[in-house]
């Protein structure tokens, strides 16, 4: 039953249910059928991607036997591509349709993924054919990422963008959280390589539903068009002069190898160090995942009360302590170590993450949106390869448990540049270049 205040303060939308007014985007998005279809399309391909991220390093660890420095490289080479085309990847997307380039990728992604229970049923699955679908994936969501950012703006209206991007995160999230679960109890049911089915077929039901987007795309000028090498360094150029997109880019990309080391680390921390089976690792997973959902549901009512820039700093700077519980971890109640960590730190990235991605698409120019996405992501994702890497020479050195305490407190670093940053002295995010912004 819809109380009195509801119905006086609300507004109606086309279902039934009422929003306040603060929330009228979420109606408009309700009503949006392309978004719609592009939501749930990405919610499906993220769950199969998140069976993923338990399912590769399992059958590394418990199939093939793998090396802590051989888990390492694994993740290195899922992020590798965006240090070696992440540039030019926001050129060239801008010189082509986004939508052709979001099915291809997944279409990709779905065959060198689908590649490894054929290849576990014939016999012939090995450490390299992992290394080459980690890397042609990660290619893969290069392109996608980048087209991603560029095509979501073209399906809806600049004030819808942070609800737009809190469903899509928060989904995003939800898919993460049953992800792991799921990927952890298909690893005991049917062996870790055919698990990965769940995620080909992902991909397939992505690209099906960005085929059925009706909306066309923004004609883009080709007769501005400037020589691919240019178009790059203008991106480069454009990060780098504005000092807030700079910040945002050298903080994460200064901490993300620590955090990409720690997730490097988990299953092999939980199997080999903790002692618990696939299944297990997938619920603790899920649990501590949990947080993400709790963050994007949390993040554009924080945005409000705090003021955007305070919600960027103030998420990382409360939640990368709880980290260090995560090195704490063993058998018994202290499981819960290892959730309530993992649950703080995914809770403040995806408050982060869901402020950025709104701010970033509302405040630069539209003609070099997927030219900064790009830049920005090079730098961003280029430094995590190292965190696999250093992870697994840390663990192989002075072991598994050490090295996660050395990942964690090097996780701190983020943080500490976003509080000695012009952040801390702002209260919102500007929405254009060059805008006045209220200053605290």
């Known amino acids: 039953m819809i109380s009195g205040r509801s119905l006086r303060d609300g507004i109606a939308c086309d279902d039934g249910s009422v929003a306040m007014p603060e929330l009228l985007g979420v109606c408009q998005l309700r009503r949006n059928r392309d978004f719609t279809l592009l939501w749930a ?78 290849a576990a049923a014939t016999g012939h699955l090995g450490l390299a054919q992992l290394y080459v679908v980690a890397f042609g994936t990660g290619v893969g969501t290069v392109f996608f990422q980048v087209a991603y950012q560029a095509y979501l703006p073209m399906l809806v209206d600049r004030d819808d963008l942070t609800a737009a991007n809190a469903r899509l995160q928060g989904s995003s999230s939800v898919a993460l959280v049953g992800g792991p679960g799921l990927g952890g109890l298909l690893s ?11 995620d080909a077929a992902s991909y397939l039901v992505s690209a099906v539903t960005l085929l059925a987007i009706r909306t066309p795309e923004a004609p883009r000028l080709k007769s501005a068009r400037e020589p691919l090498l240019r178009e790059v360094r203008t991106g480069a150029r454009h990060v780098l002069a504005d000092r807030l997109l700079r910040v945002l880019t050298i903080a994460p990309a200064a901490g993300n190898p620590f955090f990409a080391g720690i997730m490097a680390l988990a ?24 947080g993400g959902i709790v963050g994007a549901m949390l993040a554009r009512r924080i945005g409000r009360a705090l003021g955007t820039a305070r919600a960027l700093w103030l998420s990382m700077a409360l939640s990368a302590p709880a980290a260090l519980l995560i090195p704490l971890t063993a058998h018994g109640a202290r499981l819960l170590f290892f959730v309530i960590g993992l649950f703080v730190l995914e809770a403040g990235i995806l408050i982060y993450n869901v402020t950025i991605v709104a701010w970033r698409q509302a405040y630069v120019p539209p003609a070099l949106i997927g030219r900064v996405v790009a830049t920005m992501r090079f730098l961003l994702f280029g430094t995590i390869p190292l965190g696999g890497l250093l992870g697994g020479a840390l663990a192989g050195s002075i072991g598994v448990r050490e090295a996660m305490w050395v990942l964690v407190a090097g996780n701190l670093l983020m943080p500490l540049l976003l509080v000695a940053s012009p952040l801390r002295r702002l209260r919102d995010m500007p929405t254009a270049p060059g805008e006045l912004i209220t200053v605290t």
């Open 41 to 118: 399309g990405q919610t499906i391909g993220d769950l199969g991607t998140a069976v993923s991220t338990v399912v590769l390093p399992l059958i590394a660890v418990s199939t093939l036997d793998a090396s802590p420095v051989a888990v390492g490289a694994l993740s290195a080479a899922t992020w590798l591509p965006w240090l070696l085309i992440g540039l030019p990847a926001g050129a060239w997307v801008d010189r082509l349709p986004y939508r052709p380039v979001l099915v291809s990728c997944d279409l990709a992604r779905m065959l060198l993924i689908g590649s490894i229970p054929v």
């Open 188 to 198: 005991q049911v049917m062996r870790a390589p055919y698990a990965l089915a769940v």
């Open 267 to 290: 299953v092999l921390f939980l199997v080999r160090t903790v002692g618990v089976g696939p299944g297990t690792v997938g619920v603790l997973l899920a649990a501590g995942s949990l």
